[in-house]
């Protein structure tokens, strides 16, 4: 008796992709549970895109660059303290506001808080069968040849350059052989906005017109990364604009051209394009849980020697003649040896532990100053597998390094006044070139002042990225541009990168107050689209007639408008 063929299963993930964290994860969190509710899925994996502010307690926010009076300590302590706990499995890259002695205590990545990874200076993992890489913190041509050197209590200079790019983590990207499925950046990769709608763009960022136009905007480090690596999906944030792009590479050893879907999303912030989720075939694995990738740490391993952890300037090795070894890409036997280093099993073991005391909002210590700790999670991480603790080396030497606590950084952005007594790799730095804003650090802390206006709270529909899916509310991307002419315009197919917002009860407004709303959504394009988005004040009850009143404040503080007005009421 034959019996009909079983069709395999084709099954997706659902991945949601957050551009500008900024400490706001139970909003983040709020937003995803009402997406799941609202389409009736379930989120399997959230990423978050940088200035993730992983602050445990009062003494981090002072290693974190930003003005004084922008410091908050947002919600995160609940998820280290174990208040709470992350619904969602949560991946993360560094930007350019984050708690720097925490992330530094894990240079190789590790977990910050039950189910809260980070990805570590460079990294990558797999999650059911989904490589997933990224590079955290902002390129800066002034400290992108310098070793990892800093050490809290961090002085003004090295506040910022803490969280500055490193030429040896892009070497150690650089010898990826195999596929990439995902790569997070914080930065968008130089270049890449002429594969997008980069007239929206400058519609919305009309500040960043010089940069685009002389093509100095974004990274040049991460430039050459996406060229190498050329993974399917790309996701950054860091400029606080959502902005979606297909870049078509050039074919490789006579293989078909590979396609890069970029996206990068905004802050969490009403009236913010903050969230997207993105539908991803799920592929076979031998974990449902986050795992190590066997040919990263084979090149872990295999450039461990290559770390330093002083500020004088290193050139990665070239087949010049110069160098004994320059080809540190991991061989087969290479992977084989993690896997038994493993004891073949892949699986990233859950060993969070804190490191220091959480915030307390019952005893709060103001004048609590930096620590510096080694983390367990590394330290085992180094013994199992042979590497340096990079952190614990620059501990080491601290006391040479002449840093002070004499200010906490931020008042004001100094990186003007850059070294240049030796040229970088990159000939120009993608911050000091114009005399506009400077978009890695100037434009976004005056965006944190920027007016946010009251309104019907909106949250756009969901749709993935793939082109066959079909979605009722679907926006337009470019057609793929090849990398060798980006300059060429060609027609528009439907691929839909629409972001989601926090949600919020409010009463039904008219379409066109809906549509002055609707940040960065081109209306000729995406006529039906419906849009739903988070206003300041979430949750209330309406039919008082009173005019929200416009709010210049950070984050958490806007949430709670409405309940200050009451109360001064």
Not at 171 to 190: A, E, T
Not at 518 to 523: A, N, R
């Amino acid at each position: 008796m034959r019996f009909p063929q079983q069709l395999p299963c084709v099954c997706s993930m659902k991945i949601a992709v957050e551009g500008c964290c900024h400490g706001e994860l139970d909003k983040i969190y709020e937003t995803i549970e009402y997406l799941e509710k609202k389409e009736a899925v379930k989120v399997d994996l959230l990423l978050c895109c940088g200035d993730f502010q992983a602050v445990r307690n009062e003494g981090d926010m002072k290693c974190m660059a930003v003005p004084a009076k922008y410091r908050t300590m947002q919600t995160f302590y609940k998820y280290y303290s174990g208040e709470k706990k992350a619904p969602v499995l949560t991946i993360f890259i560094g930007g350019n506001h984050e708690a720097s002695n925490h992330l530094q205590e894990l240079p190789y990545g590790g977990w910050v808080a039950p189910n809260i990874y980070y990805l570590g200076y460079a990294g990558v993992v797999r999650y059911k069968g989904i490589r997933i890489g990224g590079l955290s913190g902002i390129f800066k041509s002034h400290d992108y040849r310098k070793g990892h050197h800093e050490f809290p209590p961090y002085n003004p200079e090295t506040l910022r350059s803490v969280y500055h790019i490193r030429n040896i983590e892009v070497f150690k990207l650089r010898q990826i052989q195999m596929p990439m499925d995902i790569f997070m950046s914080h930065d968008w990769p130089q270049g890449i906005y002429h594969y997008g709608n980069t007239g929206d763009l400058l519609r919305k960022k009309k500040f960043l017109r010089q940069e685009v136009e002389t093509n100095t905007l974004g990274s040049p480090a991460a430039k050459e990364l996406l060229a190498h690596l050329q993974p399917s999906y790309w996701f950054s944030a860091h400029l606080h604009v959502k902005f979606a792009a297909v870049m078509q590479h050039p074919p490789k050893d006579k293989a078909a051209p590979r396609v890069t879907k970029f996206l990068s999303l905004d802050k969490c912030l009403p009236y913010r394009e903050f969230l997207q989720i993105v539908d991803i075939p799920d592929r076979p694995s031998s974990s449902e849980g986050l795992e190590y990738d066997p040919e990263w740490v084979a090149i872990l391993k295999a450039t461990n020697s290559l770390q330093m952890t002083t500020p004088q300037r290193w050139n990665p090795p070239e087949n010049n003649g110069l160098h004994e070894r320059w080809d540190f890409r991991a061989s087969e036997a290479d992977m084989m040896q993690v896997v038994e280093d493993l004891s073949g099993e892949l699986d990233i073991p859950d060993n969070f532990s804190r490191t220091v005391p959480p915030y307390d909002p019952d005893n709060p210590q103001p004048y609590a100053s930096p620590s510096y700790n080694t983390n367990p999670q590394t330290t085992e991480l180094c013994a199992k597998f042979g590497l340096t603790d990079i952190y614990s080396k620059a501990g080491q030497r601290g006391d040479d390094m002449g840093v002070s606590q004499s200010s906490t950084g931020g008042e004001e952005d100094d990186e003007e006044n850059e070294s240049t007594d030796e040229p970088s790799e990159y000939p120009t730095d993608t911050s000091g070139l114009s005399s506009s804003f400077n978009p890695d650090e100037i434009t976004i802390e005056d965006e944190w002042e920027e007016e946010e206006e009251g309104g019907e709270s909106k949250v756009m529909e969901k749709a993935d990225l793939s082109s066959d899916i079909q979605t009722p509310s679907r926006l337009v991307l470019p057609e793929p541009k090849s990398s060798v002419t980006p300059s060429l315009h060609s027609s528009l197919m439907n691929l839909p990168p629409p972001s989601h917002s926090t949600p919020k009860a409010a009463p039904a407004q008219s379409e066109a107050s809906q549509e002055g709303h609707c940040d960065g959504v081109d209306e000729e394009e995406v006529p039906a689209a419906r849009i739903l988005k988070r206003s300041s004040n979430e949750g209330d009850k309406t039919g008082n007639g009173s005019t929200t009143p416009r709010i210049k404040r950070r984050n958490q503080i806007i949430y709670q408008a409405k309940d200050d007005d009451e109360s001064d009421g």
